[in-house]
């Protein structure tokens, strides 16, 4: 079992930075994979980065390659998502998540969620 937990959200314009972070309860948190995904009203819930276990690869979607920085550090049980040149279209929910797989890019690949915290980026 993992609880997640996020922090580090807000109001931002736009251009800014934001560094979100999630930590994470239990023992076993480096065998995870980690991401983070964010949901603006009415929209699905999408993809922006994840993190292996073992070797750390990242992966982003092109929405917010070159801009966003995922990473994690096992002895603080917590992942990190670095959101940098921020453009309102950001805005949503943002959700940190666990799976025990390589790495997921997938909602459902994922099984611990977080609450989520809110980010708005002003134009």
């Known amino acids: 079992q993992v609880q997640l937990v996020e922090s580090g959200g807000g109001l931002v314009q736009a251009g800014g930075s934001l560094r979100l972070s999630c930590a994470a309860s239990?023992?076993?948190?480096?065998?995870?994979?980690l991401g983070w995904f964010r949901q603006a009203p009415g929209k699905e819930r999408e993809f922006v980065g994840a993190?292996?276990?073992?070797?750390?690869?990242?992966y982003y979607p092109d929405s917010v390659k070159g801009r966003f920085t995922i990473s994690r550090d096992n002895a603080k049980n917590t992942v990190y998502l670095q959101m940098n040149s921020l453009k309102p279209e950001d805005t949503a929910v943002y959700y940190c998540?666990?799976?025990?797989?390589?790495?997921?890019?997938?909602?459902?690949?994922?099984?611990?969620w977080g609450q989520g915290t809110q980010v708005t980026v002003s134009s």
């Open positions: 993190i292996s276990w073992l070797i750390s690869d990242t």
């Open positions: 239990g023992r076993t948190f480096s065998s995870y994979a």
């Open positions: 998540a666990a799976g025990s797989l390589f790495v997921g890019l997938r909602v459902y690949e994922y099984t611990y």
